[in-house]
C-alpha cells in the first residue's frame, strides 16, 4: 500500500493492464489446490514445495529470469481442466477488480499446455468462460493474447500457430493478438518472423516481450521485422537514445512492470527503472503486474511502488492513465467510456492532491 494520500487516487484510476500472463497470476495457494484437486504430485527434492509458505517465500529469491521460469512452469502442471483455467483466471480478476482495473489484456501460454496433452481449446474455454465472468460481476472487459514460447523450437511455434483451432480462434475474435515470451537472451526476434507475418495477414495486433534481459536491438528488431505495435517490457531502451526518440515519435506503448524487473534483478530497485526517463522523452508506457503471484504485487502494487520511487504528480499518473487506455486493443466506445471516468477521478481528485 502507498504511503502516501495518492493510494486512494491510484485505486480508483480507470487502469488497463497490458502485460499480465493468466499462468502467471497462479497463486502458491490456488496451485497447492489445483495439485490436491488432480492428483498431481509436487516436486519431492525441491523443499520449496512443503507448502504454500515455503513457495511464496522461494518466490522472493528468483536469481534470473530463468531462475522464475522454471518455477512457472513446474506450477502450470496443476492446471488440467477447462474449470481449472477458469479458476485461475477468476483468481486474477478478483484481485483486478480490488485494484480498480477497468481493462485487461492478457497473456497465456498454449505450447506449454499443449505439449503436456492439455488441448488448446480447453485451455481456451477456460480463460473464456472467466473473461465472460469478470465482465458480468466486475464490469472488467478483457481481450486474450496468445503468447509463443521463444525457448521451443521455431517449427513447434510456427505449426501451433497454424493450428486448426488456434486459427479458429483468432478468426472469431477469441484471441485477438499474438505475443511472444519465455527467455529472451538466446532467441531474437527474427526467428519468429513467419508467425508475426501470418498474424499481420489475419489482422491480429502483435507485441513481443524485447528489451528486459536482451540488448535494445531486439527491441529494434521486434519494431522491424516483427511489425510489432507494442513492446512488453522495453526498460533497455534507453540504451539507444536515436530509438527511444522515434518510438517517443511514433507512439508506440511499451508495456513496463516495475516490481517484475527488480524481482527477476534486471534492475536492483524501481527507482532505477526508466520511468522518469520515459516520461521526459514522451514515451508512452503503461504499468503492468507481469507475474503478480510471482513477483510479489499486483497492479495497484506496482503502481503504488512507481509513485514511491518517483513521487509522480497528477498530472503525470493522469498522463500515464490516458496513453494506457489510448493504446488498449479495445472498442473506442469503450475507450471513451474509460476516459470519461478517468476525467471524473482527476476532477474529484485534483483539489486534494498536490499537483
Known amino acids: 500500500m502507498c504511503k502516501s494520500a495518492f493510494h486512494s487516487f491510484l485505486q480508483e484510476l480507470p487502469k488497463c493492464e497490458h502485460h499480465m500472463h493468466l ?12 495439485a490436491k484437486r488432480n492428483n498431481i504430485t509436487l516436486p519431492q527434492d525441491d523443499p520449496a514445495f512443503q507448502s504454500a509458505e515455503t513457495l511464496l517465500a522461494r518466490y522472493d529469491q528468483f536469481t534470473s529470469l530463468d531462475d522464475f521460469l522454471h518455477y512457472y512452469y513446474i506450477g502450470m502442471s496443476v492446471l488440467i481442466s477447462a474449470s481449472d483455467f477458469e479458476d485461475l483466471a477468476m483468481d486474477y480478476f478478483r484481485h483486478a477488480a480490488t485494484d480498480g482495473i477497468s481493462h485487461a489484456e492478457v497473456f497465456f501460454d498454449p505450447q506449454a499446455h499443449i505439449e503436456r496433452g492439455i488441448s488448446y481449446n480447453t485451455v481456451l474455454t477456460g480463460f473464456s468462460a472467466a473473461r465472460a465472468r469478470a465482465e458480468k460481476e466486475f464490469g472488467i472487459t478483457s481481450e486474450l ?10 517449427p513447434n511455434c510456427v505449426s501451433i500457430f497454424k493450428d486448426a483451432d488456434v486459427q479458429a480462434s483468432f478468426k472469431n475474435g477469441s484471441v485477438i493478438a499474438i505475443g511472444l515470451d519465455s527467455s529472451e537472451k538466446p532467441f531474437p526476434p527474427a526467428l519468429f518472423e513467419e508467425i508475426y507475418a501470418g498474424a499481420k495477414e489475419l489482422g491480429l495486433r502483435r507485441t513481443a516481450h524485447a528489451g528486459e534481459e536482451g540488448p535494445s536491438t531486439f527491441i529494434s528488431d521486434a519494431l522491424d521485422i516483427l511489425k510489432v505495435e507494442r513492446i512488453d517490457h522495453g526498460i533497455r531502451l534507453i540504451e539507444d537514445e536515436a530509438l527511444l526518440q522515434k518510438i517517443a515519435k511514433d507512439g508506440t506503448m511499451l508495456s513496463v512492470c516495475p516490481l517484475s524487473n527488480v524481482l527477476l534483478r534486471c534492475v536492483k530497485e524501481v527507482k532505477e527503472v526508466p520511468i522518469r526517463k520515459f516520461l521526459d522523452a514522451g514515451v508512452k508506457f503503461s504499468i503492468n503486474s507481469d507475474d503478480p503471484a510471482y513477483f510479489g504485487g499486483y497492479l495497484l502494487d506496482n503502481y503504488c511502488a512507481v509513485h514511491e520511487a518517483f513521487n509522480l504528480s497528477v498530472a503525470e499518473w493522469t498522463s500515464i492513465c490516458r496513453a494506457g487506455i489510448e493504446g488498449s486493443w479495445c472498442s473506442q466506445a469503450r475507450k471513451d467510456e474509460m476516459l470519461t471516468r478517468l476525467d471524473e477521478v482527476v476532477r474529484l481528485w485534483t483539489p486534494k492532491l498536490s499537483v
Open 145 to 154: 493474447i496468445c503468447c509463443f514460447l521463444r525457448h521451443l523450437p521455431v
Open 23 to 34: 499462468e502467471g497470476s497462479l497463486s502458491p495457494e490456488v496451485l497447492f489446490t489445483l
